[in-house]
Every structure is written in structure tokens, then in C-alpha cells.
């Protein structure tokens, strides 16, 4: 027969639950169904088996739970390490690299890269700067090489014909 499970709660069942219904984040919601589950006296493989996490990542939150309760457990999200980190380009920085974007001065995230690099010596991985790119609304348009021997009017009236 399988050890009970040892744990100084802080929270009864029913707060576990009220916590469980009225959270949005699916990781924090399975992690209080799963305490929950544990609170009303059910074994860690039961509750493995409802809901389809591993019971030694179960092991691990309750384990986390233990050290710093539910918070500890709840702060532990997967992704999100760098919840409320600043930006390493301040706002004003952003708009202005934004505003370099707009009027067409790069042709690719490497030369905004090294700009930012050489202007504000601040280094950003390629991912990075592709993701600040992309909260300020840049897009890299870059309009197509033309011939030199390319007559515009004639294009506009080829294109007109159909």
C-alpha cells in the first residue's frame, strides 16, 4: 500500500479549488487541480493518471510547495523567467529605431542589429531583435532592383493591357 502523502497545507481544499476555477493560465490551472486533488487525500499516481502529468513532475510541485507554498509553485511557470524584465532598448530608443525601420535605412534584422549595437552599444541576439522588431510594428521593406534600362510608363501600360 502507498505512503500517504506529507504536506503542511496553507490552503484547504475549497480555496485550492475557488483558486483552480478562477485561474486563466492553463499551467496554473493544472498545477492547483493537481494540488487540489492532492489536498482532498488522493495519492500522487491517481492524480497522474486524471490529469496526464508525470508523477515525478507532481513530485517536483509538491516538493516546490514544501520550500515556498503555493506562491513558490505558481511563480514556476515554464517560459516565463523574465516576467516583468525591462527592455534593454528604453522606449524612447524603440520609437526611434522604429522610426530608422520606417524610412527604409535596413534591409535585414543583422543591420539593425549592428546599428543598434554601434549607436546605443546595446547587443541583442538575432531572435531577440527580430521579437523587439516585432512588438514596434517594423517591417523590413525593401523595394525590388529595378533594371537600369526599365522604362516605368511602359511597365504601367504592359500592366494596363492585362
Not at 497545507?9 to 475549497?14: D, I, K, P, R
Not at 482532498?40 to 507532481?58: D, F, H, N, P, Y
Not at 523590413?140 to 504601367?156: G, I, T
Request: charged share 30%; hydrophobic share 35%; proline share 2%.
Amino acid at each position: 500500500m502507498a505512503r500517504s502523502l506529507q504536506v503542511d497545507w496553507t490552503e484547504n481544499a475549497e480555496e485550492l479549488k475557488q483558486k483552480y476555477r478562477a485561474e486563466k493560465h492553463y499551467q496554473r490551472r493544472e498545477r492547483l487541480f493537481t494540488l487540489w486533488h492532492l489536498r482532498l487525500g488522493k495519492q500522487i499516481k491517481e492524480v497522474a493518471e486524471m490529469t496526464g502529468t508525470s508523477e515525478r513532475v507532481i513530485q517536483r510541485w509538491v516538493s516546490w510547495y514544501r520550500g515556498g507554498g503555493l506562491e513558490e509553485v505558481m511563480r514556476r511557470i515554464t517560459g516565463h523567467g523574465t516576467i516583468g524584465a525591462s527592455a534593454y532598448l528604453t522606449e524612447r530608443q524603440q520609437k526611434a529605431l522604429a522610426a530608422r525601420v520606417k524610412l527604409g535605412d535596413f534591409s535585414t534584422v543583422w543591420n539593425v542589429m549592428t546599428w543598434v549595437e554601434a549607436r546605443w552599444g546595446i547587443v541583442y541576439s538575432y531572435e531577440g531583435m527580430r521579437s523587439v522588431m516585432k512588438r514596434n510594428d517594423c517591417v523590413l521593406k525593401v523595394p525590388r532592383p529595378q533594371s537600369e534600362k526599365a522604362n516605368p510608363q511602359q511597365q504601367v501600360d504592359w500592366q494596363k493591357r492585362g
